[in-house]
Every structure is written in structure tokens, then in C-alpha cells.
């Protein structure tokens, strides 16, 4: 027997079940499919009327769910009613119309007396795609889209019909948003005024304009949104006279929240692009994407809390009353941002008092800031002196009890000492927004008009150099700084203090504590004790990094035959000299229960055509293999080439760059490059995949264009990988990434090829105990000295490179962090000579107090080491010719006692050479 199935009543049947199970709000209420009431979601048909007249049926009949299928439904306005939920299923698509020849949406409002006192779009709500008035118990849920392609972005009121939001509540209680997206939102994507019990959450929003802009409502939760608003405010509260009176936005719960600035519609489509740059000249708007309370403030903001926040290419935090409103009881808490471009936090009251005659200043007080995260905010092109965050009163009304609390922020910095002494506006009648100042004198924090002020565990940094102090206050009256760390330039003071009373600092680096009464205009600067010590952040221009009382005042004259001496076993892994090869760019690794070895063979001497990378494995470390290859001959360079050993860009060669072990697969990174110069234009880094079946190395790709690296990646404390990268010009940058794929990296800029004095060459860097970098650099214009740089950021910016006193002879060294918390440094000391290879130890990463000798009386370099069962095994290369291996206790490194007084050379005569003949044996 045939079965005929009605699939329209079956799915209209699953959904009534669905609801049932998981809606029980909407269970009771029936079911209305807009196709029903002759919708069609063909992309082509305007259903306005069949729309309307589906909520006109459900309502007649006490309320019920408005389903809206998959499909692409065109419609003008609207019109929500009591008891509606509107539900767009995964796939539906209710998309804005383009009016046409004056039909369209709705007209706006009738003009009221008090229109003028906000903008055309916060007067009227009728012209939307979504539109409801005095309404009560109405939800829009589901998992469809609103697409707002024929709403106008700005106010258009002389085109009839022009629609300008998407969603537009106006004195209505009981609202639930949920789970929708919003693309194309026009002038707003919600604007709620006068709505009370309003619920917004899990919806994405990616505006022409603002976001969700709340104004004069009460009770409201806003949760688990994600909002993109490249031209204008993203998640913004307000309280405007739009409904003829003075009404606070109060009692709102903000959380989860993520809210950008990336270029229009790239957040829907997850590629969240950032073409658009408000830097460039005639650019027609700024980037913004902000959490606001204001402009609009007739009514004031009271108890709002806002928590578990992300914003990312945004302007931050904006608390603004201008026209009679109070700000009470304001709370943020944990809020990360990243790329701010230009205050982390604006707080500001001001008189512009767009509102009826005789309203007074308003008042702003009890807001606390805890928990905030700010990294690469301010210095834009054109408002390099902006980035600091802004408290600002006006004479005779302050901003009262404020506590900022567990603060970290990075700012980009840059600013000059000529930025103290301009002038800063009071604008006090103005729009308040951060840009109308362009300039301010603190590179950290601007305090104007405050009483009540607390600022607690405070960590605020710059990443280019600048000359302003970290802190201003100007009449600024009962404040307290408690656990402040803060950089601060060569001469620059930490605090510039005007017209200051009641004043406590305590624990504040480099401060004294201390309680200031009444000071009129005064600077306080750190007393650096220690400026001859290095520190990440506060003295990174410091030049030691060898000290103890063995060092001599010109560590280049130390005696390096008479270091201390460690016991060592020794063996050879590669031998070329007797068929005139080279072997070099050794590096070692120990992986799935055995040793590894890699390094660069070649013909003649180093790096010419027909260059390959060999390896070699090992159980112990002391007995290795015969060598084998990772290479081929490279591309038309083999012994069959006219230029195969010779210096030619008409060949190739690959150089040995290390292993990286990364997640669960070892990888050999080899760089390729034509063989006439260092470095060819061709330069590229790859990875080899070792095939077990094969038992052979597989070139999977490439890593990265125009790169040689000079160690493998490592781990940074954000989990990230990084690794140094050298350009073909020999420019040094840093690469970070390979999370996602070996090939995905991000790269940043430490130091040109001869810039101040400097031939960087071979860089390395580890990891500080505080979680900062430390990079280190050999000197290729002889300078005879190592050079350092630091980096608070994870390695995006670096310190300008300094040179230390740390002796060195041109040549390429390796460090490592031992399990116990040392920091081992490998090297070839001697400025002379690549003679001896030495290794040096220190506490904390910064300084090293002892130096050994670990081999020498002949040429010695290219070392690299891991640590293992309580070994140290070093690899080495001996001239150039041969690939060797000492392993160490590093319980011995605890033994090493250093001269008590400066070890200087006592003559030029060198101890013999030790014995050119090596054989595949372990010498003890």
C-alpha cells in the first residue's frame, strides 16, 4: 500500500516536537510558516505583506512563532506585535529590500520637539527591517541570518522609503535576540530604546555602522555576542532624550563578549580581514569597533557590569557623560585587547549638554577597571602622541572613586619629551571622543579632575622608545599608586604631578614610598641603583653581561687557555679531511630513544655548489653511525655540474638549519640558495619528513620564502613557536607560528644588516625567568663583543641591540636553559681566534659569572648542545672538517671555581696543539 507524505506537515511536526523538548516558552503557543501566508525565499520576491501577515495571524489569536524555512526572503518593515517570536531557521535568510520609486519601509516618526537632541537615526524606529513599539514578550531566535543589503548605512531622510536599521525596539518589555547573525545592520543592527528585560545573546553581527546600541533600557543581559563595526561603535549604551525624557540605561550584564574592528563582512566569512587602513592618507573613516557607555548620556548609566571581554583592532573603552547624566557603579572586569588605536580606556565627563535648558553637569563615580590586558595600543601614524589611557574631568566636576586594579598594558609607544609641555585642551563643550586631543604628555596614563583615585598592580610598558613619563596627574586629589612597574626612557621622569594633594606611592619601582600632602608641579624619577645591571624592560641598554671579579676591565685580554677546565668524553661522528670536504652547521637532537646529528658536507670548502646534509643517529651519543644523506645534490649543482665546487650563483647548495621537534614528528630544516654570495636571492627554508618505510628524508615544503634560519623553533611562553630568520640582505627578523602548519608563520623585524654599527649575524634567544625574550647577536664589523636585545612582547618588537661586554670572535654560538634553571652559553670567546670552544654559565639568563674551557689548541666552532640524563652533549665542528661530539656532567658545572682576580694573559705563546689525528674512537 502506498504511503503519500505530507513533508511540509512532517517538518512543521519536527519543529512543534523540537519546541516542545527544548522551548518550553513556545510550546503552548501555535505555529505560523511564513510560505504558508505566500512568502517565497527565492531571492527575488518582496515579502513584506505575507510576512506582516503572518504576524497579524498569530497575533489575532493570542501570539505564536513566526518560522521563517531556508530561503532568501526580500522584505520592508516588519511589524513585530505582542506574544511574537520570530524563528529563522539554519538557512533563512531574511534580507533588507532596496526601496524603489518611494516604496519601501515604513516612514519615520512624525518630528518631535525633542528630535534635535540626538542624531535622525536615534529619533525614529519605524523605518527598519525589524520594527516594534510598546510591545511585550517578543523574541528573534534561530539560527538564520538578518542581511540588511538595502538599508542605508546613514540617515537618508529625504528618499521616501529609505530603511536605515535592521532591528528597532522601542518601549517594549520582555525581548529575547538569540543566535542569529546580522550582516549589512545599516545605521544600527539593534537599536533597543526604552526596553527593559532585554536579553541579547550568542548573536553575530557584522555592521555597517554600530552594533547593538542600548539606549535608556533596564535590565539587560548581553551574552556571548561576537561583533564586527569597523566604522563606528560596536557594543555601545546610551542614554539619549529620544523618548521625550531622561531615563538611565541601568542594571546590564555584558559578558563574553568579542568585539572588532576588521574590515566589513570579513567576520561572518572567518576571514577577518584587515585590508582598510585608517593610517593612510584619505582615509575617509577610523577604526573603531568599540565598548562605549555614551555619547548620548541625558540619562546617565547606573550599575552596569561588564566581564570576560575580547577586543581585537578596536579603539577599547569609552565611559563617557556629556549632557546631565550620572555614571555610577560601573564595573570592568577581564578584558584582553590586542591592536588599540588610541586609548585603551577613555573616562570622561565633560558639558557638551545636548538636552532641554537647565539640565546640570553630571556626575561620574565608583567605576573600577580590574583585570585588563592591553597589548599594541596607540602610536598610529597619524596620532603618534595617542595611546595613553585618559581620565578627564572639567574644572569643577570630577571623576570620583576610581580604582584601576591588576593592569598590564603595552603601548606602541614612541612618543617625545616635547609632548610634556604641549598644551592639553579642555574641550569642554565638545563631542568627547580620544582623537580631538591628538596629543597627550604621559605615554601611560593621563589623570585630569579626579578625586578617590586607586591604582593597583600596575605592569605598563612601551615598545618603541619613548620620552613621557608614565604617569600625569594634574588636580588630581586622594590618590593612592600601590605595586606600579613601570618602564620608563634614559631621563624621563616616572611621574609628572600638577596641583596634586594627598598622594601615596608605595612599592612603586624605583620610587621611594612615600605620602605627598600638596605639591603644586613636581616630577618624580626612579633612582636607578642597579643601572649598571640589565633588565628587560627597565635598563635593556645595560652592556653587562660578563662579570665577577676574574673578568679584566678589557674582557677581550682574559687569558682563555688559563679558564677553568671541565672532565669531558669525546668522540668524532665525520671525518672529511683526507677527501678535501667540509663539514659544518652541526646540530644534534635526541628523539624516539636514539641521537640525531645533522650538519652541512660539501666539496672544497664551505658553502659552494653541490652542497648537501648528511646525519648520522647514535644510541649513547659516543657511537654513532656511518653518515648518510637528507639531501639530494641540489638542482643541476651535483659533481656532473661545471660549477660543482665552486663559488657560483649559476649552482646551488643546501646548508644544514637543525631538527625541530615538533608535536609528534621530527623535522630537518634545510636552506637552499645559490652558491655565489650569502645569501643567494633564491633563498628558501625547507622541511624533510623522515620516512621510516623508506629510510629516507622527504622534502614536504617549503617553510619559508627568503629565510635561513640559524636555530630550530622553540616553544615561546604563549605556546607559539619562534625562530630567527636572516633574509637574503641578511636583515634579521623573527618568525613566529607553526602552530596550525609547519608553513604558517608570522615574521617581525629586530635589526638591519648594519644598522648602528651592527653586522648582525647568527642570532639566538632564549626564554627569561620572567617569561621576556633575550636575544643575542654576533658581530660581524669585529667589533670583538656579543651584542643583546630584549623583547617584553613574545618577539613581536625588540630593544635596540647594545653591545656587552661579553667577548666574542665572530662566530656562531648556542644557548640553553638546563632543567634546573641555568643558562648555559657555548662559544668561541676568544676575539683572536675561533680557539677555544668555552662554555659559560649563569643564574638568571642575564649574566654569566663563570667561564670553562671545553676544547681547544686548534680550530673549534659551530656548536650546538642538548641536555639529557644529566649530560650536556655538545656538538661541534673541528676546522670545518670534521663533525665531534663531548658530553659533560652537568653536576660538574657546579664545581667550576672561578680566579679571584683578573685573568689576564700573562704572554702570547699558545699551548700546543692538541693532535690533528681523529679517529671514529671515545677519547676519556
Known sequence: MAISVNYRYMKNLFFLMWAFTSITAFSAQPFYNVLDYGAKGDGATNNTKAINNAINAAAENGGGTVYFPAGDFLSYTIRLKSNITL???????????????????????????????????????????????????????????????????????????????????????????????????????ILATGVDNLTIDNVRADADRDGFDIDACKNVVISNCIINSPTDDGLCLKSSFALGYALATENVTITNCQVYGYDHGTMLDGAFKKEFKDEQPGANHCITGRLKLGTESNGGFKNITVSNCVFERSRGIAIETADGGAIEDILFDNITMRHITDTPFFIRLNARMRGPEGAPVGVCRRIT?????????????????????????????????????????????????????????????????????????????????????????????????????????????????????????????????????????????????????????????????????????????????????????DPRKIDFARLPRLKSEHTVVSDVRASNGVNQHNYIVRRRGKFWIMWSDGPGVEDRVGQRVAFATSTDGLNWSDPKYITPYPPDSGPDSPFYNTRSDKGFRYISRGFWRRNDELLALVSMDEAGKFFGKSLELHAYRFNRKSDMWEDIGMVYKNA???????????????????????????????????????????????????????????????????????????????????????????????????????????????????????????????????????DDGLIFRKMCYLIGGRRVDYPHLIEHNGYLLIAFSGDKKSIEVLKI?????????MPSVPLLEKSRNLPAKESGKFSQRIEK
Open 889 to 897: 656532567k652537568i653536576s660538574d658545572l657546579g664545581k667550576i671555581k
Open 87 to 189: 524563528f529563522l531557521d539554519n538557512g533563512a535568510v531574511l534580507i533588507g529590500d532596496k526601496e524603489k520609486d518611494g516604496v519601501g519601509y515604513d516612514l519615520p516618526d512624525a518630528p518631535k520637539w525633542h528630535s534635535k537632541y540626538q542624531d535622525f537615526g536615534h529619533s525614529y524606529w519605524r523605518n527598519s527591517l525589524i520594527y516594534g513599539d510598546s510591545l511585550h514578550d517578543i523574541a528573534i531566535i534561530g539560527n538564520g541570518m538578518i542581511r540588511g543589503e538595502g538599508l542605508y548605512t546613514y540617515d537618508k531622510p529625504d528618499i521616501k522609503g529609505a530603511g536605515n536599521k535592521a532591528i528597532a525596539l522601542k518601549n517594549c518589555h520582555n525581548v529575547t535576540i538569540r543566535d542569529i547573525s546580522i550582516l549589512h545592520g545599516g545605521h544600527f543592527c
Open 708 to 842: 635561513i634560519n640559524n636555530f630550530p623553533p622553540k616553544r615561546l611562553p604563549n605556546s607559539e613557536w619562534m625562530m630567527t630568520r636572516r633574509t637574503h640582505d641578511r636583515n634579521v627578523y623573527m618568525l613566529t607560528g607553526g602552530i596550525k602548519s609547519f608553513d604558517q608563520w608570522e615574521t617581525y623585524p629586530v635589526v638591519k644588516y648594519g644598522e648602528s654599527n651592527l653586522m648582525a649575524e647568527e642570532p639566538y634567544w632564549w626564554v627569561l625567568p620572567d617569561n621576556n625574550l633575550l636575544a643575542l647577536f654576533r658581530d660581524n664589523a669585529k667589533s670583538g663583543f656579543l651584542y643583546r636585545a630584549f623583547s617584553l612582547d613574545q618577539g613581536r618588537t625588540w630593544s635596540r641591540p647594545v653591545r656587552t661586554n661579553f667577548p666574542d670572535a665572530r662566530s656562531k654560538f648556542y644557548g640553553l636553559k638546563l632543567s634546573d634553571g641555568r643558562y648555559v652559553l657555548v662559544s668561541n670567546p676568544n676575539p683572536k681566534k675561533r680557539d677555544p670552544l668555552a662554555l659559560s654559565v649563569s
Open 369 to 553: 577597571i580590574s583585570n585588563l590586558n592591553v597589548y599594541d595600543v596607540g602610536g598610529r601614524p597619524k596620532a603618534p602622541e595617542l595611546g595613553a589611557g585618559m581620565v578627564m574631568g572639567i574644572p569643577g566636576h570630577y571623576i570620583e572613586d576610581l580604582t584601576l586594579s591588576n593592569i598590564r598594558i603595552y603601548f606602541r609607544g614612541g612618543g617625545s619629551k616635547e609632548a610634556i609641555d604641549k598644551d592639553v585642551p579642555q574641550n569642554i563643550d565638545m563631542y568627547p571622543d580620544p582623537y580631538r586631543w591628538r596629543s597627550m604628555p604621559a605615554y601611560g596614563i593621563y589623570f585630569r579632575y579626579v578625586k578617590g583615585l586607586r591604582v593597583n598592580n600596575v605592569v605598563l610598558r612601551y615598545m618603541n622608545r619613548d620620552e613621557r613619563p608614565a604617569f600625569v596627574l594634574d588636580d588630581v586629589h586622594n590618590a593612592r599608586f600601590y605595586n606600579i612597574d613601570a618602564q620608563k626612557g634614559d631621563g624621563a621622569p616616572l611621574f609628572i604631578l600638577k596641583n596634586v594633594s594627598n598622594l601615596d606611592i608605595h612599592k612603586v619601582d624605583g620610587v621611594e614610598d612615600k605620602t605627598l600632602k600638596k605639591v603644586e608641579n613636581i616630577k618624580l624619577s626612579c633612582g636607578e641603583k642597579k643601572a649598571s645591571f640589565p633588565h628587560p624592560g627597565k635598563n635593556s641598554q645595560s652592556p653587562l653581561m660578563l662579570d665577577g671579579a676574574w673578568v679584566p676591565q
